[in-house]
C-alpha cells in the first residue's frame, strides 16, 4: 500500500525499549523474596510495592524485586504499578524460578498498569500532504510546540475514505450492515519532537500511514500522561498457570501470561510461559517502545476457538518482539485494530500452529515480518473480508522478509 511515489518504506529500527536506541539496563536488587509453603503472592506484591516507593536513580530505575530459585504460588495477580520496578527470577529453566498461578480464576498473572490520565494541549493542523514513512510534518502553527514535546499525531477515518477503499459494507445487498465506520478507525501515533523550524516538527519515529488531505489529513496535539508508568519488567523466570488435568481443555485457570497498559519504555525478557488461555504477551493500545525478547510460550490449555491463543500480541506501537517462540497458537505472532507502526517480529517461530499468524484487527500499519517461520499453518497480511468479526482490510504498508510458512498471503489494499 505504497501508493503514489513520494510514499516510501517504514523505518522499523526504532522498534522496541527506548526506540532501539539502547540496550535493556540491569536493576539492582532491592528484595529477595524468598518462597514458602503456600500462597507467596501477597509478599511478592508488598516488595513490589515497596520498591516502587524507593526513590528513582539517573536511569529512571528504582530497583529489582528478586525471587529465588524453586516454586512460588499465586492464588491472586501481581501488579507493576510504579515507573522504575522490575521483577526478576532466577532463571527460566528447570532449576530456576517457576511462579504458578493456582485458583479458578480467570485473569492476567502478572499485570503491568499505568493510570489512564493523559491529557492533551492544543492541536494543530496539518498543511501538506505527508508520506508513509515520513518523520518530519509540516503544521498550520506550531509556535507552541518545543523539542522534547511528547505528542499525539491522528489520521482521522473519513467516511470518503472508507467508501474510496470499499469498506462501506461487506455483503452484496444493499440493506448489509455498515461495519466499518466513520471515526472508529483513527490512527494516532504516539511521538517525541526532536526539532521545530518555524512551523515545521521533525519527530523521533517515522509515520507508518500517509495523511492525505483529500482524505481528512491529520493534526498534532501535545500531551502529558503523569501517570502512564516507565521503565519496567518482568524477566528471568518461568510463568505456570495450573489447570484442571483431567479436562484438557480446561478454561477455568488464568487467561494471560503479562499484559501492558499505560506503559513505555518496558520488556519482557527470557521468561518461559505454561498453559495459558489467551496470550503469553499482551500489550495493549496504551503502550509504546516495549520489547519482548527471548521467550517461549508452551502446552497452552484452552478451547481452540476466538480470541484463544493469540501468543504474541500488540495493539501498541513501536513494539519489537525478538526470538521468541510458540507451541500448538492460533494467532502465534499477531496485531490487533488500528495499531499504529512500527512494530516488528524479528527471528520468530511458531510450531504446530493453529491458526495464521499476521495482523487480526482492522487497519493495523507499518508491521514487520522479519525471518520469522510459522510451520503448520501461514502468515498473512492484507484481507480476511468477514473473518475475525469482519475484520476487512488488517493490515497496510506492512513487509515480510526471508519469512516461511505453510502459505504465505500478503494482499495490498486499493489506492483511494
Not at 84 to 108: C, D, H, Y
Not at 341 to 356: E, I, K, Q, T, Y
Amino acid at each position: 500500500y505504497v501508493g503514489d511515489q513520494s510514499n516510501g518504506l517504514v523505518d522499523f529500527s526504532c522498534a522496541g525499549y527506548a526506540a532501539n536506541e539502547r540496550a535493556i539496563p540491569d536493576a539492582h536488587v532491592r528484595v529477595v523474596v524468598p518462597n514458602t509453603d503456600g500462597d507467596d503472592g501477597v509478599r511478592i506484591q508488598a516488595a513490589l510495592d515497596y520498591v516502587g516507593s524507593l526513590a528513582p536513580g539517573a536511569e529512571g530505575l528504582r530497583g529489582a524485586v528478586l525471587l529465588r530459585p524453586g516454586d512460588y504460588e499465586v492464588s491472586g495477580q501481581l501488579t507493576v504499578k510504579h515507573s522504575g520496578v522490575v521483577l526478576r527470577g532466577s532463571g527460566p529453566g528447570e532449576n530456576g524460578t517457576r511462579l504458578i498461578a493456582t485458583g479458578r480464576k480467570r485473569r492476567s498473572l502478572i499485570r503491568v498498569l499505568g493510570q489512564d490520565n493523559k491529557t492533551l494541549g492544543t492541536s494543530s493542523r496539518l498543511q501538506v500532504h505527508v508520506p508513509t514513512g515520513a518523520s518530519t510534518l509540516e503544521l498550520a502553527d506550531a509556535s507552541h510546540l518545543r523539542p522534547g514535546d511528547r505528542i499525539m499525531v491522528t489520521r482521522p477515518s473519513t467516511e470518503d475514505w472508507v467508501v474510496a477503499i470499499g469498506m462501506s459494507r461487506f455483503w452484496v445487498t444493499e440493506k448489509a450492515p455498515r461495519i466499518w465506520k466513520a471515526g472508529e478507525l483513527d490512527i494516532t501515533w504516539d511521538r517525541t519532537i526532536q526539532a521545530v523550524e518555524r512551523n515545521t516538527i521533525t519527530l523521533d519515529a517515522p509515520l507508518s500511514m500517509n495523511l492525505d488531505p483529500d482524505w481528512g489529513g491529520g493534526n498534532v496535539a501535545p500531551y502529558i500522561w503523569p501517570g502512564r508508568i516507565t521503565q519496567v519488567g518482568v524477566e528471568n523466570l518461568q510463568l505456570v498457570s495450573a489447570y484442571d488435568m483431567e479436562h484438557p481443555k480446561d478454561e477455568d485457570h488464568v487467561w494471560m501470561g503479562v499484559t501492558m497498559e499505560q506503559v513505555r519504555d518496558a520488556w519482557v525478557r527470557s521468561v518461559t510461559f505454561r498453559h495459558f488461555i489467551g496470550s503469553a504477551v499482551s500489550i495493549w493500545e496504551s503502550c509504546s517502545r516495549v520489547t519482548v525478547a527471548d521467550c517461549m510460550s508452551l502446552e497452552p490449555v484452552s478451547e481452540n476457538g476466538g480470541w484463544r491463543r493469540h501468543t504474541f500480541f500488540t495493539a501498541g506501537q513501536q513494539t519489537l518482539f525478538l526470538r521468541c517462540y510458540s507451541e500448538q497458537g492460533r494467532h502465534d505472532f499477531s496485531v490487533g485494530h488500528c495499531a499504529p507502526g512500527p512494530n516488528a517480529f524479528v527471528h520468530c517461530d511458531a510450531r504446530m500452529a493453529l491458526d495464521d499468524s499476521g495482523p487480526i484487527g482492522v487497519w493495523a500499519t507499518g508491521v514487520l515480518y522479519d525471518n520469522v517461520n510459522i510451520d503448520g499453518d501461514g502468515l498473512r497480511q492484507g484481507y480476511r473480508c468477514t473473518e475475525l468479526q469482519f475484520g476487512g482490510w488488517t493490515a497496510a504498508n506492512c513487509m515480510q522478509w526471508q519469512c516461511t510458512a505453510a502459505h504465505i498471503d500478503c494482499y495490498s489494499p486499493p489506492k483511494p
